[in-house]
């Protein structure tokens, strides 16, 4: 049976801005997690973007803050009652305009910062009063410095793909953010995955949170066709080619494991006369907009990205997705070909497997729990190869002054340094370049990767936290210092209201 969003008796503003979605039935998150969220409890939801979590927590959210909801100019009457954190600011805007959808029909204002943008028209928002606040950490915290944001009276903090905040380097400035909100208050945590990280952060910021699950990071859709191709890495963009051409599919994702792999190909490609451009952390905001906004626009056929540039973007039915390099990371295949077969729709994903990535393969094997079978992709004769060989030496010299273009580039239009959160996604992605150099020897392997992945059991989920062996003293026993235990509440939630 598929749950109806009309048994929520959502308040009538909301109910009208769902309706006009065309939302038919709630999925599979939200008819989990929207009861829960009602009723004002913690929650540790594993679900990626795609699943209809923003409406899970937002939903809820908004109902429970309407009670607040006023039509006064002043400030002060419109003080930050939720806090949304997100790891990039294609996510944060993203979510930011979903809010602010769902909310359309009520007087709840919705904002969202981020790095990579002048701050004065954020502070001018900020200054005007907004209840819900939707932000990338070094961003929120800078604001919260220059005294923009006062969060002494948030109610509910939601941390949005927690996995990969942390996976950036977030930890310190979430610490530090959570550290200016009241211990009373309801905290959201959705993540792809439940790491060993991720439990510590829930152990240490959650009060006895309910588990939801809904599709296990293990899992790859049924409609996706996957195929792993063997290909030396100067062949690579012709099997690309060649697969789009037979397809007849005209536009795909191509995955890279480091920024200027990523640039490179997409000036590669482009040489070609295919309409491509590059997503990863060394772009500005505006041309990482510039390039998603092509793409929708079915201006750009390929989006050539990094694991960090393409986390969780809204974008739907792909038809193919490319790996031309094999991830590092396991889990990032699943995310990576979750792009395409979306809702049943059938979808491709090719993965380009180069002698020195059995490795990377036989892990995505155990975590897929499938094998794979890796062929050879028939390229042209011999002799079209050697005018290739020829063109690719030419392409070498291309790259290669490309490349050093790209270094002589000036510093961008904004202010880098107070872009924490840009430049810990740069960082990160950084160090995947300096490991793609060092390739295949992978130092970084993670036990955690090594088992298929498990759901946490109910005593796991509420390990203790890491700070259980710090000075500081619990406000009670088993909860951590950073948690004030809820008020108990009769009635949070009326059926009819
Ligand atoms: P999210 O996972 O929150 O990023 O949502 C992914 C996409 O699904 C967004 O474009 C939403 O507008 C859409 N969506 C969310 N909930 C529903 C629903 N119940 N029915 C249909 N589409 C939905």
């Known amino acids: 049976m598929t749950a109806s969003f009309s048994n929520l008796s959502l308040a009538e503003p909301l109910a009208r801005a769902v309706a006009e979605m065309g939302y038919e039935s709630m999925t599979p998150i939200q008819a989990q997690a929207i009861p829960v969220v009602l009723t004002g409890k913690d929650v540790m939801g594993a679900a990626q973007t795609g699943t209809g979590k923003t409406a899970a927590f937002s939903l809820p959210l908004l109902q429970r803050l309407l009670k607040h909801e006023n039509t006064s100019t002043s400030p002060a009457r419109h003080p930050v009652r939720a806090l949304v954190l997100l790891p990039t600011r294609e996510l944060a805007d993203q979510v930011a305009q979903q809010i602010k959808l769902y909310a359309k029909y009520t007087q709840m204002r919705s904002a969202v910062v981020f790095g990579g943008m002048d701050m004065k028209p954020q502070t001018l928002e900020l200054k005007r009063g907004v209840e819900i606040l939707v932000a990338t950490p070094g961003r929120l915290l800078d604001h919260i410095e220059a005294k923009n944001a006062v969060l002494n009276q948030v109610e509910y903090v939601v941390l949005d793909e927690a996995d990969r905040m942390l996976d950036i380097g977030f930890l310190p400035d979430l610490q530090r953010i959570l550290s200016f909100l009241p211990k009373q208050r309801t905290t959201l945590l959705f993540s792809a995955t439940f790491s060993p990280e991720i439990k510590r952060l829930a152990g240490s910021y959650l009060q006895d949170p309910i588990t939801i699950e809904v599709a296990r990071p293990n899992q790859t859709a049924s409609t996706v066709e996957q195929r792993f191709y063997a290909a030396q890495d100067d062949d690579k963009r012709r099997v690309v080619k060649a697969v789009l051409n037979e397809r007849g599919i005209k536009q795909a994702f191509i995955f890279v494991n480091s920024k200027l792999g990523c ?235």
């Open 263 to 497: 640039g490179r190909l997409a000036r590669s490609l482009e040489r070609e006369g295919l309409k491509t451009a590059a997503l990863h952390g060394d772009k500005t905001q505006d041309e990482r907009l510039k390039a998603l906004e092509a793409f929708k626009q079915g201006e750009v056929d390929l989006l050539v990205c990094t694991d960090v540039a393409a986390r969780g973007l809204d974008i739907k039915d792909v038809p193919a997705v490319f790996n031309f390099d094999v991830p590092f990371n396991a889990e990032d295949y699943v995310h990576r070909i979750g792009r395409t077969g979306r809702a049943g729709a059938s979808g491709l994903a090719v993965t380009l497997v180069s002698p020195s990535d059995t490795r990377l393969v036989s892990d995505i094997e155990k975590l897929i729990k499938t094998k794979l079978e890796v062929e050879n992709y028939p390229l042209e004769d011999d002799r079209s190869r050697g005018n290739a060989n020829d063109g690719r030496r030419d392409d070498r010299r291309e790259d290669r002054r490309d490349d050093r273009r790209e270094e002589r580039r000036p510093e961008r239009g904004f202010d880098r340094g107070s872009d924490r959160g840009f430049d810990r996604q740069r960082d990160n992605e950084e160090s995947r370049d300096r490991r793609s150099s060092f390739r295949p020897a992978q130092a970084s392997r993670d036990p955690f990767f090594e088992k298929p992945y498990e759901a946490p059991t109910a005593e796991q989920a509420s390990a203790a936290s890491w700070e259980a062996s710090a000075k500081t003293v619990a406000s009670r026993p088993g909860l951590s210092a950073n948690i004030k235990p809820k008020r108990k509440v009769a009635a949070l939630f009326k059926a009819g209201e």
